[in-house]
């Protein structure tokens, strides 16, 4: 079996990566083809767009090339930091040993011996460079001689490269960088704001598209709810609505994550020092808001403490803690007694209605039978004490 492996960040994919990937695909007849969209790394973010959108973008750019290709989401979801060698172990482990090779621009050549366990990648696969005829110079035939001596393989495909990249259209390339780019990915770019310069206007569009990606029908639904109401909320009390709506956007954006990935990220938060205390209804919050941080590049710290509070509270909430909490709450959807009641307060006064809507909740949630947060039990107390209760 033989596969092509067409690795990058993708962000966003460009007709410059179309024309690679349709080149390799005349190269040879392979069995499979993947495009693998690089995961965001748990120690820094590289990359604007975070990876749901990058994975959505480059189904949209690829999928149309071939019936073989597949787009993979595995450094997307893998939990881990993304490392070629390991992307390789893990496709000669699920193809049953396959022949691989590796599509990669003829620069990455000069420092292909330095990436992580670089012998196990040249072990595991055949290099697939991509290089202009005039490139190819007595430089790249040293370079391509020594890495054949450490045990690579290496075959050359000469093209003529579209001159484009994907970090001059984030830099602001103009309508001029629109020609460069699939009209499918042009048009998710426009309509969700992907590379807006404004951080609020790039969060809140890339926020929606990602609930959009991440949530069943039913919790996108909510999600826009929840924006309407905390903008009027919002509103009401002389807040940042802006900000309101990026986090109400975000906050439910874990809740159709497979728990393996809920854990991790809630793990990740910096606020749950001991998660298997914390009641499973819960962790999705704290789950978005490392969502928010890692994929989106968000250190607002009000919309992040939005997004980790809105399901349990906590003691010292802020205003805009106070509002994702209250209108997840109390949103179009939801159907219960004392809504209206309690929305009447909401737009009154944001601490009455916290400590009205604590009570209701920590009640219901008795009923039931299930276990009550402690942070739920600390913000109580700690609304009580401001109210004089």
């Known amino acids: 079996m033989k596969i092509l492996l067409f690795g990058g960040a993708f962000d966003p994919p460009h007709k410059g990566h179309v024309s690679v990937l349709q080149k390799a695909a005349q190269y040879m007849d392979f069995d499979k083809i993947i495009v693998m969209p690089t995961g965001t790394p748990t120690h820094k973010k590289n990359c604007v767009a975070p990876f749901d959108v990058r994975f959505y973008m480059a189904k949209q750019a690829f999928e149309s090339i071939g019936e073989n290709v597949e787009i993979s989401d595995y450094e997307g979801t893998n939990l881990k930091d993304d490392y070629t060698y390991l992307t390789l172990e893990y496709l000669k482990e699920k193809y ?56 690579a393989e290496i075959e050359f495909v000469k093209t003529q490269p579209i001159e484009f990249s994907s970090s001059q259209y984030r830099k602001g390339f103009g309508e001029e960088g629109e020609e460069f780019l699939p009209k499918a990915v042009q048009d998710t770019i426009d309509e969700y704001d992907i590379y807006a310069q404004d951080d609020i206007t790039r969060w809140k569009g890339t926020a929606k598209l990602a609930a959009k990606l991440l949530l069943d029908e039913k919790r996108y639904i909510h999600t826009l709810n929840v924006e309407k109401l905390a903008a009027e909320l919002g509103t009401i009390h002389s807040l940042d609505v802006e900000k309101l709506r990026v986090a109400a956007l975000l906050h439910d954006v874990m809740k159709n994550a497979p728990y393996d990935i809920l854990l991790h990220r809630a793990g990740q938060s910096g606020i749950i020092n001991r998660i298997e205390d914390k009641p499973r209804q819960t962790l999705h919050g704290f789950a978005a808001a490392d969502y928010a941080e890692k994929e989106l590049g968000i250190e607002d710290k009000d ?87």
């Open 96 to 151: 049953n040993n396959p022949h691989i090779y590796m599509a990669i621009g003829s620069d990455s050549l000069f420092a292909l011996d330095s990436w992580k366990n670089s012998g196990q990648i040249m072990k595991n696969c055949t290099v697939l460079a991509f290089a202009r005829e005039d490139d190819i110079g007595r430089d790249m035939q040293q370079k391509t001689e020594e890495l054949e001596k450490l045990g």
């Open 303 to 389: 919309i992040l403490w939005a997004v980790r509070s809105h399901t349990c509270g906590r003691k010292g909430m802020q205003d805009m803690e106070k509002v994702i909490y209250l209108a997840d709450m109390l949103c179009e959807e939801r159907k219960f007694e004392s809504k209206e009641y309690l929305l009447s307060i909401a737009k009154q006064n944001l601490n009455d209605a916290m400590l009205a809507a604590l009570q209701c909740s920590i009640e219901w949630i008795k009923s039931k039978g299930n276990i009550i947060d402690t942070d739920s039990l600390s913000a109580l107390e700690y609304f009580e004490k401001l109210l004089g209760q």
